[in-house]
C-alpha cells in the first residue's frame, strides 16, 4: 500500500466493483500498467479478480483490509501508550524544576 496508485485503486474499488478498464481511466498509464498494480493488491489479497469473457472485474476484499486494521489498532494503542508514558515523564521533570 506504499504506492499511490494502489491506494487509489482500492479507494475506487471500495465503493463499488470496477473494470480494469475502469480502474485505469483515472490514470495516466496503460492498462498493462494498471494490471501490474492490480496483480500486486490481488497477490496481497486486497482484490480479487473475476473473468468474464473479456472483462476482468475487481472487487474489494474486506476481510484482508480488517486484518491489517486490526494490525494498525494494536500498534496505535502500544504507541499512544508509549507517548502518554513519556508526557507524564516530562510533566514530572518540569515539576523537579520549578
Known amino acids: 500500500m506504499a504506492d499511490p496508485t494502489r ?3 482500492v479507494l475506487l474499488i471500495a465503493s ?4 480494469v478498464s475502469e480502474l485505469a481511466a483515472p490514470f495516466d498509464m496503460s492498462l498493462a ?5 492490480i496483480k500486486v ?8 479478480r473475476s473473468v468474464r469473457g ?9 476481510e484482508s483490509l480488517s486484518t491489517a ?3 494498525l489498532r ?6 499512544n501508550r508509549q507517548f ?3 508526557e507524564r515523564e516530562l510533566n514530572n521533570a518540569k515539576k523537579e524544576e520549578h
Open 54 to 62: 473479456r472483462t476482468h472485474t475487481c472487487r474489494l476484499n474486506a
Open 7 to 9: 491506494r487509489e485503486i
Open 41 to 48: 493488491l490481488e497477490r496481497a489479497g486486497i482484490l480479487e
Open 16 to 19: 463499488q466493483d470496477r473494470t
Open 69 to 71: 486494521t486490526d494490525w
Open 33 to 37: 500498467a494498471i494490471s501490474k498494480h
Open 84 to 86: 502518554d508514558a513519556l
Open 74 to 79: 494494536f500498534y496505535e494503542r502500544f504507541w
